[in-house]
């Protein structure tokens, strides 16, 4: 079972460089989602979805897009990277409108913007 | 808003020790309660979570948490540490409203060191 596979899952950028952190999930899950991990800081919502052409911001949006075009797919765009950027990235998944709680995480993708 | 607390973000344990991993949350409904793991260069995993019913809950490999509303509390314990329990734990709470979904919000982690 691949579960929720992230790529990639180490990446150098120089400022002001775009990129896209891919994510998918094979669960058929509806809700889809995107943390930050920043030392001491816990994991930090950046933006999630809660089905196919519909998305939301979480608590630290700014600098960061996602799209959801499809149920298995839900890409995060940095549009031109700062260092504060620097990070852990996760992606999660999770059946819904069950709120249960239970995400189910990728593997992460570590980025550092230089 | 809703927010995590958990005291100390480094724990030193012997093994065979009880691990005790403190969580208070702060909202003004008593919201649904999670403890976390995330081993080295992996993702997280749940390991226990309360939502209704009974206040003390049994999670995976051993470990057991209590909700106290009283005291706005959701300890972790575990009677006896072992070797592979050395990870980072977090504590998360979301909103029981289901348009919330499962918006997470967590702790700002408490990492644990077993002795041998």
Redesign the interface.
Known sequence: NAG?TQTPKFQVLKTGQSMTLQCAQDMNHE?M?W?RQDP??????IH?S?GAGITDQ??VPNGYNVSRSTTEDFPLRLLSAAPSQTSVY?C?S?R??E?????F????SRLTVL | AQS?T?LG?HVSVSEGALVLLRCNYSSSVPP?L?WYVQYP??????LL?Y?TGATLVKGINGFEAEFKKSETSFHLTKPSAHMSDAAEY?C?V?D???A??????????TRVLVKP
Do not use: H, I
Not at chain 2, 41 to 46: K, P, T, V
Not at chain 2, 100 to 109: D, E, R, S
């Open positions: 929720v809700y989602s943390y001491g800081m816990g994991l930090r919502l999630y809660v979480g608590e996760f999660a999770s819904f409108p709120n249960t709680g239970e995400l995480f990728g593997e992460g | 995590v958990q973000s649904y999670f260069n992996q993702g997280l995993q749940l979570k939502t977090f998360a979301s029981r409203a289901k919330a979904g499962n918006k997470l919000t967590f702790g700002g982690g």
